[in-house]
Nanobody, 124 residues
Framework: QVQLVESGGGLVQAGGSLRLSCAAS????????MGWFRQAPGKEREFVAG????????AYADSVNGRFTISRDNAKNTVYLQMNSLKPEDTAVYYC?????????????????WGQGTQVTVSA
């Protein structure tokens, strides 16, 4: 069982930056594909970014490409999401998720483990 704990959310003005972190309990963290998803009120959960188990491959939603950067430190069992040039439409609860050695999916149903989420609010 992989336990994920997100941190780093908060309130920021448009154009600002935040860095989210997700700490994992699993000793074999380096074999898990990690993803960031978000869910705004009244909307479905959507893919934001993903990173392969060793960090060699990344993927981004079109809406965040060029503004957000996903990275991981396997020695610290942690994945990060650096968010720059934030917009009000980025406001959502952000979740990190994990799946064992399965790269490529952007669907929430394909991820097996989820954190509790962290709120990001971007004011205009």
């Amino acid at each position: 069982q992989v336990q994920l704990v997100e941190s780093g959310g908060g309130l920021v003005q448009a154009g600002g930056s935040l860095r989210l972190s997700c700490a994992a309990s699993e000793r074999t963290f380096s074999r898990y594909v990690m993803g960031w998803f978000r869910q705004a009120p009244g909307k479905e959960r959507e893919f934001v970014a993903g990173i392969s188990w060793r960090g060699g491959s990344t993927a981004y939603a079109d809406s965040v490409n060029g503004r957000f950067t996903i990275s991981r430190d396997n020695a610290k069992n942690t994945v990060y999401l650096q968010m720059n040039s934030l917009k009000p439409e980025d406001t959502a609860v952000y979740y990190c998720a994990a799946v064992f050695e399965k790269w490529g999916s952007r669907l929430p149903r394909d991820y097996d483990y989820w954190g509790q989420g962290t709120q990001v609010t971007v004011s205009a």
